[in-house]
């Protein structure tokens, strides 16, 4: 019913930028939160930053003044400015959607994306 699609993701230096992007399709009426998550090797997936329909933001810790989200609700699209990458960075980026269907207004679903690989070499 919902696709979620990232792309951007690669290698690069620390020290680097990479920008992430996601876009939802399908019977969409409504978007809430959407968000970006990550799982390094041998961690549990972990909140990188969200933001809400009306583009109040949150960030983890560790990202704060260095990683920015943004979102374009005419494109049901997520972005992820990452600057200055740390090789604590590395992982693999999951885009999450808080979804309101048409076809059940009165309900919402969480979507999640395939994921993107974003290595950070020191």
């Known amino acids: 019913q919902v696709q979620l699609v990232e792309s951007g993701g690669g290698l690069v230096q620390a020290g680097g930028s990479l920008r992430l992007s996601c876009a939802a399709s399908?019977?969409?009426?409504?978007?809430?939160?959407m968000g970006w998550y990550r799982q390094s090797p041998g961690k549990q997936r972990e909140l990188v930053a969200s933001?809400?329909?009306?583009?109040?933001?949150n960030y983890a810790d560790s990202v704060t003044g260095r990683f920015t989200i943004s979102r374009d609700n005419t494109k049901n699209t997520v972005y992820l400015e990452m600057n200055n990458l740390k090789p604590e960075d590395t992982g693999i980026y999951f885009c999450?959607?808080?979804?309101?269907?048409?076809?059940?207004?009165?309900?919402?679903?969480?979507?999640w994306g395939q994921g993107t690989q974003v290595t950070v070499s020191s």
């Open positions: 399908g019977i969409i009426l409504r978007i809430n939160a």
């Open positions: 999450n959607a808080d979804v309101v269907l048409s076809s059940q207004p009165s309900y919402r679903y969480g979507y």
């Open positions: 933001v809400t329909r009306g583009a109040i933001t």
